[in-house]
């Protein structure tokens, strides 16, 4: 049976951290494939630095276009709001039933995961694993259902890369290859004169 690991988030951009994640849990074995799973906007939350989903999925499938067993979900964009991570997972499981899913996670958020809904059944059910960030280590790591991976790790976010692009530094090396040319073209993320 095929695994695929889950790596959702808002990918506000795509940056080379995620790609070299996921790019390490496939070649290395981990999984099979690595869907990247975007999050919607959530209109609870302040959204004023977040780009349109159609934006932040039109760079993924920049940054997946030609990456070897990394592949784009858009699944949550369809989901009623807010959604839940045990609720993607259930329909993913629906939709391909012959597939094994995992959720793939960062330590930081492993630290909060018994705050998630339904983080047992997630756990028993399809399987966590979680991958070490600086700051935050895995104390306790015989739990079923969790696999804690050393995967190399780029200290590079999102937020840095906004504000960096936002201050007119140039990019390219930090994001995958085409993700910075779509950024510029469509001068996302820069500030406006009153801003600056």
């Known amino acids: 049976m095929e695994t695929i690991g ?3 988030g808002s990918f506000n951009p795509v940056h080379i951290g995620h790609m070299i994640l996921a790019s390490y849990l496939t070649q290395w074995g981990y999984v099979d494939k690595v869907w990247l799973s975007l999050s919607p906007r959530n209109p609870l939350k302040d959204a004023d630095d ?26 949550e964009l369809s989901m009623p709001k807010p ?7 259930d329909l993913l499981h629906e ?3 012959d597939v094994r899913f995992k959720l793939i996670i960062g330590s930081d958020n492993w630290r909060i995961f018994d705050k998630w809904r339904a983080p047992k059944r997630i756990l028993e059910e399809y399987g966590v694993m ?3 960030r600086p700051g935050y280590p895995v104390e306790k790591r015989h739990i079923d259902g969790l696999e804690v991976v050393e995967a190399p790790m780029v200290h590079v976010s999102s937020t840095f890369i906004r504000n960096a692009i936002a201050r007119g530094r140039n990019m390219s090396y930090f994001l995958p290859a085409g993700v910075y040319k779509y ?14």
Not at 52 to 75: N, Q, V, Y
Not at 183 to 195: A, F, P, S, V
Request: hydrophobic fraction near 40%; aromatic fraction near 8%.
């Open 6 to 8: 889950i790596l959702g």
């Open 50 to 75: 977040l780009l349109p989903d159609t934006k932040r999925l039109s760079m993924l499938s920049i940054a997946a276009k030609g990456a070897p067993d990394i592949e784009i979900c858009d699944i």
């Open 83 to 89: 959604s839940y991570t045990i609720n993607t997972l």
């Open 95 to 97: 939709r391909y039933p």
């Open 130 to 132: 979680v991958y070490i």
């Open 183 to 196: 950024i510029i073209d469509n001068r996302l993320y820069r500030k406006t004169e009153t801003e600056k």
